[in-house]
């Protein structure tokens, strides 16, 4: 499982996303609090430092842009110096906003938070002050972006809805871009506002509430996280959604599916520094997956892990597709498959290297494992930190030690192998040698065993050149496979011999007219 979704991280290409909704601008006021006002029993904020960064659908936009998708994003500003910052950062990250509207009517949305230090803690957040209009925007405005939906849509992969009741996200546009995408033959996915009436959602594919908007929505109750599939169901059931996700923070992501499947994705436990984003993230992930050709489970699987992550994080930050292979290897390796593609595996050795990881290799048929290899693997896996098994094909097995062998399939093989806590990788080649993926991976400690001279090590020159080095381990006597074979074999024809020399069954003696007479009836 592990594997398939690093798989899919990594073929999510260049998809372009419409993303639709309110545009915030977020601005964080830094500062130490170590003192309480001599004016009022009140926190002081000693300020140092401003930022802004982008919030709610420019949120989602910069996110998609982040992890490489083309983005286009409708919406609206005031004509007020934060529009000009917004419209500063969005061209920062290489955002098209040709479709953003200048809304005289209305302040830019501004969410203004005071963040306080104290005692070099981690920074906590003391206020928050909004500045905002929800009334809709004017008619001639949405009139303006439902004419220019049918090109959005169809330039688009995955048409998103980022609904934070900011006045962008009326009935009647709503309505116009599912008809244009469905049009275009492209999903819509919605992340909605808190409201018990979610009618104007009616039409889109997947939506992803949280577990209060799922409440509110429905008049249920989440009490568990199974109660969460029932929720699921009676939106799905309602809004004639393909899918529905909803967020449970701690205990992560209920999908449900039109046709009645439902399923549970935990999250592992996160240190929350602050929730700030974690929708927006889902959203952009979810989206960003379904444009690439993703299904849903494997959608929520990689949303579940790009939400846990920005719940790390203060604020609204940025993930990278690196950022989410990474904790997908480093955390949600159990239960999953250690033998690796060649092409995943150099991927793999590359971001643990640069991550200052040691790498190390050894090689071999591995057709009985014996207490030899076992002790083996063990002190070479202590050699680093990721230890990689190149394991012969069938096909090389072959050819190396006869037609009889190998014993056990490859795909067995590397089973067993990969069930060894000191394994962190099998990869498997087809060669007489692993020199060609030695080069290729370039391990700074190359194994083998005892029984082997240094200079007959295949790939000890390159892995030398490259500054690494080549460790022989001592062999433990009186194991290998070989020995393991022929002992099997002499056991065969001792097991043999002793059967032919037992005294024959009454039925084998020759009935002669003596042997008659003293032979029971059968």
């Not at 391990?443 to 001279?453: E, F």
Request: net charge negative.
């Amino acid at each position: 499982m592990a594997h398939d979704l690093i798989a899919r991280v990594e073929s999510l290409g260049s998809p372009r996303v419409l993303v639709v909704g309110d545009l915030i601008l977020d601005r964080y006021i830094w500062g130490f609090a170590e003192r309480i006002s001599q004016e009022a029993p009140v926190p002081l904020l000693r300020a140092d430092h401003r930022e802004h960064r982008l919030g709610g659908a420019a949120s989602v936009a910069m996110m998609l842009r982040s992890l490489g998708a083309e983005t286009q994003l409708m919406g609206g500003v005031g004509d007020d110096p934060e529009s000009r910052i917004v419209r500063a950062l969005l061209a920062e990250q290489g955002i098209d906003d040709h479709l953003v509207a200048t809304l005289a009517d209305r302040p830019t949305t501004l969410k203004e938070r005071y963040i306080g230090r104290a005692q070099d803690r981690h920074p906590q957040q003391m206020i928050r002050v909004d500045y905002e209009t929800r009334a809709p925007i004017p008619a001639v405005v949405e009139a303006w972006m439902q004419s220019e939906l049918a090109a959005a849509a169809a330039w688009a992969d995955v048409v998103l809805i980022s609904d934070y009741d900011k006045g962008v996200c009326t009935p009647s546009l709503l309505a116009a871009v599912v008809e244009s995408a469905r049009r275009a033959g492209r999903r819509v996915i919605a992340d909605p506002v808190r409201s018990p009436d979610y009618s104007r959602y009616h039409g889109v594919h997947c939506m992803t509430p949280n577990r209060l908007e799922a409440q509110l929505a429905t008049g249920m109750t989440i009490a568990s996280a199974g109660d969460a599939l029932a929720v699921g169901q009676r939106l799905v059931e309602s809004l004639g959604l393909e899918a529905v996700l909803v967020t449970l923070d701690r205990d992560g992501m209920a999908l449900v599916h039109s046709d009645g499947r439902g399923e549970l994705k935990p999250t592992r436990p996160r240190q929350v520094y602050d929730i700030t984003g974690a929708g927006d993230m889902v959203l952009a992930v979810v989206g960003l997956c379904l444009a690439a050709g993703a299904d849903y489970d494997e959608a929520a699987a990689l949303g579940n892990v790009a939400g846990g992550l920005e719940v790390e994080k203060f604020g609204v930050a940025l993930l990278t597709r690196e950022e989410i292979i990474a904790d997908i290897a480093d955390h949600h390796h159990r239960g999953g498959s250690k033998v690796y593609p060649r092409e995943r595996l150099l991927h793999e050795t590359r971001r643990r290297r640069s991550a200052g990881e040691r790498i190390v290799f050894t090689n071999g048929c591995f057709d009985l494992l014996h207490p030899g290899h076992v002790r083996l693997l063990r002190e070479a896996a202590a050699l680093g930190d990721f230890l990689v098994v190149g394991l012969n094909s069938d096909t090389s097995v072959s050819r190396l030690k006869g037609p009889a062998r190998p014993l056990n399939p490859e795909q067995a093989r590397a089973e067993v192998l990969s069930a060894l806590e000191a394994v962190d990788a099998v990869v498997i080649f087809d060669q007489d040698t692993p020199l060609d993926l030695i080069t290729a991976i370039r391990p700074d400690v190359l194994v083998k065993g005892g029984d082997y001279r240094p200079e007959d090590v295949v790939g000890r020159d390159e892995v030398e050149a490259a500054g690494g080095k080549l460790v022989l381990i001592p062999v433990l006597a009186g194991h290998s496979t070989t020995q393991l074979v022929a002992r099997a074999a002499d056991r065969g024809v001792t097991h043999h011999e002793a059967q032919s020399r037992k005294a024959p069954h009454i039925s084998q003696i020759p009935q002669t007219s003596e042997t008659r007479a003293t032979t029971p009836p059968a």
